[in-house]
C-alpha cells in the first residue's frame, strides 16, 4: 500500500509540474492576438462569409483557423496565409476587398460620388442664388436684358423715319 501512495504521489508531482501553455497562446506556440489577426481578416466560408474566421462557430471554421494556426506555427506570414486563401476560395474570402484593380475602383468610388455630389449641389445653389437675384433686379427696374434694349432702340429708329 506504500508503495502504491508514493507511486500516486509522484504522479500528482508530475502532473502538477509540466508546463502549460500560457493563456495568451494556443497549441502550436502562436499567441492568440497574432492568430486572431490574422482571422479577422477572413471571411468564413462556413458562415456564409457572414462572420469573420474569428466569430463563425462553425466546424469549417475551426479548421480553418487550425490551419491559419499550423501556418503561422510555421513561420509563415500574414500576407502568404491571406494569398493562399485567396488561391483557394476567391477575393471572397478577404474581410476587405484588395486594394488593386476592380477593387481599388470599388475603394475610390464612394469617395467620389460625395465629392461629386458635393460640387453639383453647389453649382445648383449658386445658379438659383444668381436666377433669383437677377429676377428680383429685373422686378426692381434695374436690369433689363441689353439686347433686348437694343433691339427696342432700333426699331424706334425705324418709325421715326
Given at each position: 500500500m506504500?508503495?502504491?501512495?508514493?507511486l500516486?504521489?509522484?504522479?500528482?508531482?508530475f502532473i502538477l509540474l509540466l508546463p502549460l501553455p500560457s493563456q495568451g497562446e494556443e497549441e502550436g506556440k502562436v499567441p492568440l492576438s497574432k492568430l486572431e489577426e490574422v482571422t479577422d481578416l477572413?471571411?468564413?466560408?462556413?458562415c456564409n462569409y457572414i462572420y469573420t474566421l474569428t466569430?463563425?462557430?462553425?466546424?469549417?471554421a475551426v479548421q480553418l483557423r487550425k490551419l491559419v494556426r499550423d501556418r503561422l506555427a510555421k513561420g509563415e506570414t500574414k500576407e502568404?496565409?491571406?494569398?493562399?486563401?485567396?488561391?483557394?476560395?476567391?477575393?471572397?474570402?478577404?474581410a476587405s476587398p484588395q486594394k488593386k484593380g476592380f477593387f481599388l475602383l470599388a475603394w475610390w468610388v464612394p469617395y467620389v460620388a460625395v465629392i461629386d455630389g458635393a460640387i453639383i449641389i453647389a453649382v445648383v445653389?449658386?445658379?438659383?442664388?444668381?436666377?433669383?437675384?437677377k429676377e428680383e433686379r429685373i422686378e426692381e427696374g434695374e436690369e433689363v436684358?441689353?439686347?433686348?434694349?437694343?433691339?427696342?432702340?432700333?426699331e424706334l429708329k425705324k418709325l421715326d423715319l
Open positions: 506504500r508503495g502504491f501512495r508514493s500516486y504521489t509522484i504522479s500528482l508531482l477572413i471571411m468564413s466560408p462556413g466569430n463563425c462557430p462553425s466546424v469549417e502568404q496565409i491571406l494569398n493562399y486563401l485567396v488561391e483557394v476560395y476567391g477575393p471572397r474570402i478577404l445653389i449658386v445658379l438659383w442664388r444668381r436666377r433669383k437675384e436684358d441689353k439686347e433686348y434694349e437694343e433691339r427696342i432702340e432700333e
